[in-house]
C-alpha cells in the first residue's frame, strides 16, 4: 500500500512561480511513473506531468516549458517547479501513480491571482 502527501502549494500572483513536494510511503519500491495530477472547480481531475524511473518526462500542452516534474530520494519525493504561472493553473494539486492508485492524497490548493 502506498501513502502520498502533497505540500508547497499557495498564493501566488500570475507570473509567479511555485514548488509542490510528493512524499510517498509505503510500498514504493514497485512504482515506476509518478504524476501529478490537479482539478479545478467544476472540471475533471487531469494529469498534469509524469515521470518515470528512467527520468522520462511528460507534460499537458498547457503546462509545457512552465512546469518541471522531477523524482529524487529513491522514488520517495516527486516535486513539480511551477513557474510562470497563469490564472488557469489555479486547481487543487495531487500527486499519485500513473496509471492513478484508487487512494489520493488530500492535494495542495495553488491559487494564482490576476
Known amino acids: 500500500q502506498v501513502q502520498l502527501r502533497e505540500s508547497g502549494g499557495g498564493l501566488v500572483q500570475a507570473g509567479g512561480s511555485l514548488r509542490l513536494s510528493c512524499t510517498a510511503s509505503?510500498?514504493?519500491?514497485?512504482?515506476?511513473?509518478m504524476a501529478w495530477y490537479r482539478q479545478s472547480p467544476g472540471k475533471q481531475r487531469e494529469l498534469v506531468a509524469d515521470i518515470n524511473k528512467g527520468g522520462q518526462t511528460r507534460y499537458v500542452e498547457a503546462v509545457k516549458g512552465r512546469f518541471t516534474i522531477s523524482r529524487s530520494d529513491a522514488g520517495k519525493t516527486t516535486n513539480l517547479q511551477m513557474n510562470n504561472l497563469k490564472p488557469e493553473d489555479t486547481a487543487v494539486y495531487y500527486c499519485?501513480?500513473?496509471?492513478?492508485?484508487?487512494?489520493w492524497g488530500p492535494g495542495t490548493q495553488v491559487t494564482v491571482s490576476s
Open positions: 509505503g510500498s514504493i519500491f514497485s512504482i515506476d511513473r
Open positions: 499519485n501513480t500513473w496509471p492513478a492508485l484508487p487512494a
